[in-house]
């Protein structure tokens, strides 16, 4: 145990408990408590494990992770640098001057002098990277210092130097210094000196950051003279690409030094962190990003070793052999044995055939790397929020957002093979440890997809136990397992609403159960596809401007609540469970909402008297971006207000605090303020009139259709904390789906293909002497029929595409994971080539026929996509 050398070294403290989560490093020090008069308790700075060290001690390392902690700061003492003394008459050889290197502030420290602002590290980034490249590329410039050097060397030494073995020697120097500068910069990080408190104190740690030897490809000088060879760059560390964006480590190199400067910034003190998110937010995109994906590497990289370290499981191949019996009573063994012979075979072989399935990965919950990896990127995603705070209404017109990336760009695909399900519920059942579920933003939104299907199925589950259970103790046969909807296509919103109105009125426990939909007069089984039209068809109706509901601008093609509508305010929370059981029951709704008003719908309000299950979310503010997504010639309007230089505001744009609405064709004029049509717009109030302006348009005005609208959506949604999960962004993928360009060759890749393996063989059939035809086996992909489909949707119009889309699936949107989500399966019929091609929308099914032709697969196949509508027995 490292102390002061005045000091005798005490023996050696251990843990009192095993390393976990237990709150910020500096309780080492300043939460550190004393079990009694020998010892002190307090936890790692770089690993928080709870630690136990003598009280006398003025250090102690922890047997974890192998740092230093200095309980008293250490007092580092400058060596003093001896002058060189001749050894010889020789000349003297000539110096290079170098150009001074500095990356501390213009002033010099001094004792107590604060170094860092909230604002910025005050580093000079340029000096730095010179400073850095000048080390690591130490051999780069040789031949200048040999040119200079050249006159006053032997001429007969220079005849017998070899310039590329002299060089490669170079590099070999090279390569030293760059394993000095990073086992210096290990040790340091090993034992920093003292407890980071301060923002100051954790100055080095984004100086160290910089070092492009930590970075995902660093170029290195690898030689002018050397023969064609492949680079040898320090990028074993480095990553690739994987499809979407996605960061998968090759290997771990230096990730000796990265965990530790991970686990120093994600466990410094809380004042520490708030300067971390402010100095992030204002970094340059390319330093950004490459702090971001330095993190997110090394965290897939530490979710790819757990994954290597797990072993697989014996497959115990008698265990379905003998049933497992209960002890308690005579009853529940003679149940299980009757449960054991009803079990079908082909669910046992389901059940064999899952188990061959990808496992996915336990969550590692005790890992402090992974933990200081998600703090960090967590303080990363919060200043790309903050950046976003700052948006302007250019951002909102190409919908960027403001952030520095989006969303998804945090996303670790190497989630996707854990057990995320298991995490949620862990983490739903308030457990106090690491889970992936405290940083939703690692989490990808197909994954989140799952969660979200998953916890509404165990709803579903629990409502239809209880549903059966209450029938059973009634004795009454009037209990549903679902909620049903009897409608007719000509009157599909009032019998809708009536429906789910019905459901309301009786408590709204049958908004929780499985929906299920039957059009009146048609003989259509609601397997999942019913539903999905029965969605498309209700949004179209209901969000339809002549309906009077919603309005829509002809610039930005959004739609937003109308402040005139004459309709009852329950309608609008009927549209609301709409929404809400839109993403209860996982179906996409052509709902044209600008991006701000999902923020909206998730924000709290001072009207929420309970708060909601799951991460908290921050009030909802309006600026001039939330209504330029909405309204872009107005927004812009009230920008040139803003931009406008002169003094003369008031005699130029002559406002008031008075705004004119249309009202069907008859202006109205509304008060911003009390007194303010005898307010004027002025230099100095310009920016409290706009500020007015948006929140009026955006909240105000629309209050009395929004509140029951929201309050409808949470009656469905609230019961889970699930949807906390998603940004408004994500929930506006997961409702709207997605209306990006078709990808085909994304869709041809996941399908699926059924009864297309065996293929009449004409050559070695003969119909006409009675015998059976014969058949040879093919692949699917070398059916014609299947080429000439997959030919045909590729050349479609994209209006085609996304009418044959809804024939398919129901739905002209794809899902939120992207078209590789959506797996169409393609089967096919036989030969019967004089009927239509038939789809199956409740399992995304087109089954085709063999024809013989692609102009008559073409001509069956859109005609059944434009004349059909409807389920039934053809």
């Known amino acids: 145990m490292p102390r002061s050398k005045s000091q005798k070294t005490p023996a050696n403290p251990g843990r009192f408990r095993s390393a976990s989560e237990s709150g910020p490093g500096l309780s080492a020090v300043g939460g550190s408590s004393r079990d009694n008069g020998e010892f002190e308790t307090g936890t790692c700075m770089t690993c928080t494990a709870a630690m136990r060290w003598p009280s006398s001690a003025n250090a102690f390392r922890c047997i974890g992770c192998l740092a230093i902690n200095d309980v008293v700061p250490r007092q580092l003492q400058q060596p003093e640098i001896p002058k060189a003394i001749p050894t010889s008459t020789e000349a ?57 050097l050249e006159g006053a060397a032997d001429p007969a030494v220079l005849a017998s130097l070899d310039l590329v073995d002299f060089e490669k020697q170079l590099l070999v120097a090279q390569e030293h210094v760059q394993k000095a500068l990073l086992k210096a910069t290990e040790q340091l990080l090993k034992r920093p000196g003292k407890m980071l408190l301060s923002p100051d104190d954790i100055r080095f740690l984004i100086i160290v950051i910089e070092n492009p030897l930590l970075g995902q490809e660093p170029t290195c000088f690898s030689g002018a003279l050397q023969p064609d060879q492949p ?39 809380p004042a520490c962190h708030k300067h971390l998110i402010q100095w992030f937010a204002r970094y340059p995109l390319e330093r950004f990003v490459a702090t971001k994906d330095m993190a997110s590497r090394f965290l897939a990289y530490r979710l790819t070793r757990h994954k290597e370290k797990r072993r697989q499981p014996v497959a115990d191949n008698f265990s379905k052999l003998v049933p497992e019996l209960s002890t308690e009573s005579p009853a529940r063994a003679q149940a299980a044995i009757e449960t054991m012979i ?42 790309n929020d903050l950046r976003a705070s700052k948006r302007s209404i250019y951002d909102a017109r190409t919908k960027s957002r403001g952030q520095f990336v989006p969303t998804s760009d945090f996303y670790i695909s190497m989630l996707d093979l854990s057990d995320l399900v298991d995490d ?15 940083f939703p933003f690692l989490i990808s939104i197909g994954a989140k997809k799952q969660i979200l299907e998953h916890d509404a199925k165990r709803q579903m589950s629990e409502i239809m136990r209880e549903t059966i259970l209450a029938g059973v103790l009634s004795n009454s046969r009037h209990h549903s397992e679902h909620m049903l909807l009897d409608v007719r296509r000509e009157c599909i919103v009032e019998d809708s609403l009536k429906g789910i109105s019905d459901a309301v009125s009786r408590g709204g426990r049958d908004l929780w159960k499985k929906l299920r939909i039957v059009f009146h007069g048609e003989e259509g089984l609601d397997y999942g596809g019913l539903k999905k039209e029965w969605f498309l068809q209700l949004v179209r109706e209901v969000f339809n401007p002549d309906h009077g509901m919603f309005v829509y601008d002809d610039d930005s093609h959004y739609c937003y609540f109308n402040p005139f509508s ?27 909402f600008p991006p701000f008003a999902f923020r909206k719908l ?72 009390p007194g303010g049509a005898d307010t004027p717009v002025t230099a ?191």
């Not at 949620?424 to 405290?438: I, P, V």
């Open 92 to 148: 003297p050889v000539h110096k290079i001057p170098r150009k001074p290197v500095n990356v501390l502030p213009s002033a010099k420290a001094g004792e107590g002098q604060i170094l860092t602002a909230s604002r910025s590290p005050h580093i000079e980034w340029d000096s730095l990277r010179t400073w850095y490249m000048s080390v690591i590329n130490v051999a780069e410039n040789w031949q200048h210092m040999y040119s200079r």
């Open 342 to 383: 009803a079990t079908d075979s082909s669910d046992w072989r389901r059940r064999q055939d899952n188990n061959h399935q990808l496992e996915l990965a336990e969550v590692p919950r005790d890992d402090w790397q992974i933990v200081a990896a998600a703090r960090v990127l967590s303080l990363l995603f919060r200043a």
């Open 602 to 673: 998730l924000a709290p309000t001072l009207a929420d008297t309970v708060p909601r299950l799951g991460h908290s979310r921050p009030p909802m503010t309006y600026t001039l971006a939330d209504l330029a997504e909405y309204r872009p010639q107005l927004a812009a309007g009230l920008q040139a207000l803003l931009d406008y230089e002169g003094d003369d505001v008031e005699d130029v744009f002559c406002l008031n605090f008075v705004i004119s609405l249309d009202r069907y064709g008859t202006p109205i004029l509304v008060p911003l303020c």
């Open 566 to 592: 004459l309709e009852n305010p329950e309608q609008y929370y009927l549209v609301g469970v709409v929404l809400g059981l839109a993403i209860y029951n996982s179906t996409i709704l052509d709902v044209a």
């Open 231 to 269: 680079k040898q760059h320090h990028n074993r560390f480095s990553s690739e690409l994987a499809r979407g964006g996605a960061i998968r480590p090759i290997t771990g190199y230096h990730s000796g030094i990265i965990k530790r400067i991970l686990g120093l910034l994600a466990n410094s003190a």
């Open 684 to 874: 100095a109030n310009r920016h409290e009139y706009v500020d007015l302006y948006v929140r009026y348009m955006l909240d105000a005005c629309v209050a009395r259709q929004f509140e029951p609208f929201r309050r409808g959506f949470w009656t469905v949604c609230g019961r889970s904390s699930a949807l906390s999960l998603c940004r408004p962004e994500e929930v506006e993928l997961l409702i709207r789906g997605s209306d990006e360009t078709l990808d085909i060759e994304s869709l041809q890749g996941v399908a699926i293909y059924e009864n297309w393996d065996r293929m009449p063989d004409i050559t070695r059939s003969s119909s006409s002497s009675g015998q059976r035809h014969q058949y040879r086996r093919v692949q699917p992909e070398d059916e014609p029929v299947v080429r000439w489909f997959w030919q045909t949707f590729k050349e479609a119009s994209p209006e085609n595409q996304r009418k044959l889309l809804v024939f398919i699936t129901g739905s002209d949107r794809i899902p939120a994971g992207g078209a590789a989500s959506l797996s169409i399966k393609i089967s096919c019929l036989g030969n019967d080539v004089a009927r239509f091609p038939i789809a199956r929308t409740c399992f995304n099914t087109l089954a085709l026929h063999r024809y013989h032709t692609r102009e008559m697969l073409e001509a069956k196949l859109w005609t059944a996509v434009h004349e059909s509508e409807g389920f039934g027995i053809k």
């Open 424 to 438: 949620f519920n862990f983490w739903d059942g308030r457990g106090s440890r690491f889970s992936f579920c405290q």
